[in-house]
């Protein structure tokens, strides 16, 4: 049997660090030739280097997903590169600030909702052009558990993931005819630069979500990776516009 994503030609958003790095790194594994974004080009070189080392093919590009015209540009690196956008695994996103919400600032709001939604709808734009250019292609978006429950002192995240989770379902359902299927992972707690910043300032953090997730610990980045590269595969064909929870089975309690 094939790679899993042989051949194919993916775009991950994000990729610098934590679960965009591991997703870079199993994909290429699993045969695609891999497009990697994100605003920390030091980052992306290293991780590019890396990848080259190991035998696969790939290629970074300096994206801030808020700027709509660095989405495109990252879409046509894809297909400038390699002739065409097979799959996109939109991951980028922030944590912003655990606060309760009449304490959050609009900056806060205006930034995780900027990155977090905008920035996938700056994303899906293009890619799905893209795709629709090619005859179709797969997209995975990184919501998060809390796009479909709350957890607390988190509102505008919630709020973000939850529209992510909107415009999955939007995109999934306009484009099913035209051979475009648009999937989400909805991960539980991951070790990340974001967890990293959300634990570091609220001792005991870790030990309370553990706590209340079934399999009583922090994923790792990879295994959220390979949801996403199971979605972005041919092996799911009639899977379109569902959020996928990896989470050790934190929203059953
Ligand atoms: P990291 O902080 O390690 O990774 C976030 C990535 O997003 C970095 O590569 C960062 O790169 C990139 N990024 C942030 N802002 C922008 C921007 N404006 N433009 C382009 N890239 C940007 O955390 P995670 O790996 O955990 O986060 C990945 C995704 O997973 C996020 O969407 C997050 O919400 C989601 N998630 C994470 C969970 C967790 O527990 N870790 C749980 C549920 C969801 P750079 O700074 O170089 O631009």
């Given at each position: 049997?094939?790679?899993l994503?042989?051949?194919?030609?993916i775009?991950?958003?994000?990729a610098s660090?934590?679960?965009?790095?591991?997703?870079?790194?199993?994909f290429?594994?699993?045969?695609a030739r891999v497009?990697?974004?994100?605003?920390r080009?030091?980052?992306?070189?290293?991780l590019?280097g890396?990848?080259?080392?190991?035998?696969?093919?790939?290629?970074y590009?300096?994206?801030?997903?808020t700027?709509?015209?660095?989405?495109v540009?990252?879409?046509?690196?894809a297909?400038?590169?390699?002739?065409?956008l097979?799959?996109a695994f939109n991951?980028a996103?922030?944590?912003g600030d655990r606060?309760?919400?009449?304490?959050?600032?609009?900056?806060?709001?205006d930034?995780?909702?900027d990155?977090?939604?905008?920035?996938?709808w700056?994303c899906l734009r293009?890619?799905?052009?893209?795709?629709?250019?090619?005859?179709?292609g797969?997209?995975v978006?990184?919501?998060?558990?809390?796009?479909l429950?709350?957890?607390?002192?988190?509102?505008a995240?919630i709020?973000?993931?939850?529209?992510?989770?909107?415009?999955?379902?939007?995109?999934?359902d306009?484009y099913?005819?035209?051979g475009?299927?648009?999937?989400a992972?909805?991960?539980?707690?991951?070790?990340?630069e974001i967890?990293?910043?959300?634990?570091?300032?609220?001792?005991?953090?870790e030990e309370m979500?553990n706590?209340?997730?079934?399999q009583?610990?922090t994923?790792?980045?990879?295994e959220?990776a390979a949801?996403a590269?199971?979605l972005?595969?041919?092996?799911?064909?009639?899977?379109?516009g569902?959020v996928?929870p990896?989470?050790?089975?934190?929203?059953?309690?």
């Amino acid at each position: 049997m094939n790679d899993l994503l042989d051949n194919k030609v993916i775009l991950i958003t994000g990729a610098s660090s934590g679960i965009g790095a591991a997703a870079a790194r199993l994909f290429s594994q699993e045969g695609a030739r891999v497009v990697v974004a994100a605003r920390r080009e030091d980052r992306l070189a290293a991780l590019v280097g890396e990848l080259k080392e190991k035998g696969a093919d790939a290629v970074y590009v300096v994206c801030d997903v808020t700027v709509a015209a660095d989405a495109v540009r990252a879409v046509d690196v894809a297909v400038s590169t390699y002739g065409r956008l097979d799959g996109a695994f939109n991951n980028a996103g922030i944590g912003g600030d655990r606060t309760p919400l009449h304490l959050m600032g609009d900056d806060v709001y205006d930034v995780v909702m900027d990155t977090n939604v905008r920035g996938v709808w700056n994303c899906l734009r293009p890619e799905i052009a893209a795709m629709l250019a090619t005859g179709g292609g797969a997209i995975v978006n990184n919501s998060s558990v809390g796009g479909l429950v709350a957890i607390p002192a988190a509102s505008a995240y919630i709020a973000a993931k939850h529209a992510v989770v909107g415009l999955t379902r939007a995109a999934a359902d306009e484009y099913a005819k035209q051979g475009i299927r648009v999937n989400a992972v909805a991960p539980g707690t991951t070790r990340s630069e974001i967890t990293a910043d959300w634990f570091g300032r609220n001792p005991g953090l870790e030990e309370m979500v553990n706590g209340l997730t079934p399999q009583g610990r922090t994923a790792e980045p990879q295994e959220i990776a390979a949801a996403a590269a199971w979605l972005l595969s041919d092996r799911c064909p009639f899977l379109t516009g569902t959020v996928l929870p990896v989470d050790g089975g934190f929203i059953n309690q």
